[in-house]
């Protein structure tokens, strides 16, 4: 395979793991623990990036209707159930800890889908990749922004001992711009390979997040902690080779 045929994936690691570790920064470094704060930034960022972007033709999104949005809705309450809960076990977890309760919860995931029903709902086919975000990003914006106060989020960001740092300003800006950059890097290595290579390339971003983060952040590694996620790691890439078996 040459560079260019690489590149997406590449591409794709890249910005995977620095944008891990700037929420990793951000959360568990400067304690920034208010989830509707944080990812109230991410989402509006995220929307606001994705309508610009869409609006210059630099990115492809057709638009939709409120019938679809109402059909995806489902999804975007997994999507805000998913980043908020990921985002109180990034405060708390160390990076490779953290990939390992993702799988878990993944596997949780699949396993209710497979045991309710055999075929996806009928919201899990509509839109492209990039609109279902945008539906995402915009739903998860008015909740989070809903809840903002009567969580007590507003109160305590106001209190936040760094709020008027460069450093945290900073690292927000960077939570915002990274999470939409790795958005654009997943869909286009989506659209150029299958998905049994993207799935390659989530499992080689995981484990050079996981291998990096022992450098830059602080983890405290035990033989058996070790093992348990260079267990985790070998479960996932027997299963991608199950998945290329019965392909």
């Known amino acids: 395979m040459n560079l260019v045929r690489l ?13 891990h570790f700037t929420n990793k920064y951000v959360l568990s470094v400067l304690k920034f623990t208010f989830p509707t704060i944080f990812l ?4 509006s960022t995220g929307a606001l990036l994705l309508y610009v972007t ?18 995806w809705l489902p999804g975007s309450i997994f999507f805000l159930g998913n980043i908020y809960a990921g985002s109180k076990a990034l ?9 390992v309760i993702q799988n878990l919860s993944e596997l949780v995931f699949f396993l209710i889908v497979r045991l309710t029903q055999r075929e996806p709902s ?24 809903s809840a903002a106060h009567p969580t007590g989020d507003v109160f305590g960001a106001l209190e936040f001992p760094f709020l008027m ?21 997943s869909v286009k290595m989506k659209s150029g390979q299958t998905p049994l290579q993207c799935a390659i390339w989530v499992l080689m971003a995981k484990i050079m997040a ?4 022992v ?7 035990s033989p058996l902690t070790v093992y348990c996620i260079l267990t985790n790691h070998a479960g996932e890439a027997l299963s991608i080779y199950s998945d290329k078996i019965q392909r």
């Open 7 to 19: 590149s997406p994936g590449l591409i794709f690691c890249l910005f995977f793991v620095v944008s």
């Open 40 to 43: 109230g930034w991410q989402t």
């Open 54 to 71: 869409g609006k210059f033709g630099w990115v492809e999104i057709n638009g939709f209707t409120r019938s679809a949005a109402l059909l």
């Open 91 to 99: 405060a708390i977890l160390p990076i490779p800890f953290f990939f």
């Open 122 to 145: 009928s919201w899990m086919k509509i839109l492209s990749d990039l609109e279902q975000q945008l539906i995402n990003y915009m739903i998860s914006t008015f909740l989070l922004v």
């Open 165 to 185: 740092s460069y450093k945290f300003h900073s690292g927000c800006f960077a939570s915002g711009l990274l999470g939409f950059l790795l958005l654009l890097a």
């Open 210 to 213: 996981s291998g990096l983060s």
């Open 215 to 221: 450098f830059v952040f602080i983890t405290e590694l």
